[in-house]
């Protein structure tokens, strides 16, 4: 897929002023079982923002982004969207509004592409609203806007690690919701998927829905977001956007490396540039 010439497809976004659809944690605390993972968060994700959260492996990435998704209940604290607990909204309302992309997901065995990317279309269907002309045209642009059109017919569990996830973005972008949760959206890619994917969350942006998602690539999150989340053993160390948390003071504390900061020449953002070690003579 070609980022320059991408069809999005189109998403229903709210009448109501801009910040109708924001999402937020206050004093959120979390985790599994008798382990805590997330201490007494408070976050605001900006509405319209492409938010990035970045730190270190198990520093409570993927548990934040889970428990705004509702999938992980708050030992204390809550998630608010609009204004509410998320634990009082409608499981298919909420599904509405928020869409998610997991870490990693497992299809149905024989399942075809275009089917699961059709699931994505469930939070819409109802007794009184059938499946539709609406809901084939999201799942077309879907399967295009993600380059797997050619891969309709095929089962899920025939594709490349790329191609699946892949599909699954696009059973996400099929949902079309205003709110989108990615986490890791770029594992299992080349190189050049990456930055499609990363292309298109931006074009997404643009577009006005609200994107949230965790990257393990530092220089990735610095070029793309427009808003950063930085986290260390649970909590977050800093959150704004790149220009102003890029530092390598930043790098230094959440990451443990020394680093210096640099002009990246194609975009004008923060670039890290890691220190290396002197060499043995």
């Known amino acids: 897929m070609s980022a320059e010439t ?34 007494e968060l408070d976050l605001q994700i900006p509405e319209g923002s492409f938010t990035v959260i970045m730190g270190p492996n198990a520093c409570g990435k993927s548990t934040l982004l889970r428990s705004l998704a509702r999938l992980i209940k708050p030992a204390s604290g809550e998630v608010l969207l609009d204004g509410a607990a998320i634990t009082s909204i409608p499981t298919k309302q909420l599904a509405r509004t928020i869409g998610l992309l997991p870490q990693s997901s497992v299809a149905p065995e024989g399942i075809t592409a275009a089917d699961l990317v059709s699931r994505g279309r469930h939070p819409h269907q109802s007794l009184l609203k059938r499946w539709g002309r609406e ?43 205003p709110i989108l949760l990615l986490d890791e959206p770029t594992t299992y890619l080349d190189i ?90």
């Open 135 to 177: 809901d084939e045209a999201a799942v077309r642009e879907a399967l295009e806007v993600t380059g797997t059109s050619a891969l309709a017919t095929r089962p899920v569990d025939e594709l490349s690690g790329g191609q699946r996830q892949r599909v699954w973005i696009a059973m996400a972008l099929a949902q079309q919701t």
């Open 6 to 39: 991408i069809k999005l497809p189109e998403t229903p976004m709210p009448s109501t002023q801009a910040e109708s659809h924001r999402l937020a944690a206050a004093g959120l605390t979390a985790g599994y079982d008798a382990r805590t993972v997330l201490r």
């Open 192 to 281: 050049a998927h990456q930055i499609e994917v990363l292309q298109l969350c931006t074009q997404l942006q643009a577009q006005g829905r609200t994107l949230v998602a965790v990257l393990h690539d530092l220089n990735q999150a610095l070029r793309y977001a427009t808003h950063l989340v930085a986290m260390r053993d649970g909590e977050i160390i800093a959150q704004g956007a790149p220009e102003q948390i890029g530092t390598p003071e930043l790098v230094q504390e959440v990451f443990g490396v020394a680093a210096r900061i640099i002009e990246d020449p194609e975009t004008g953002r923060p670039l890290v540039i890691p220190k290396a070690p002197p060499l043995p003579e």
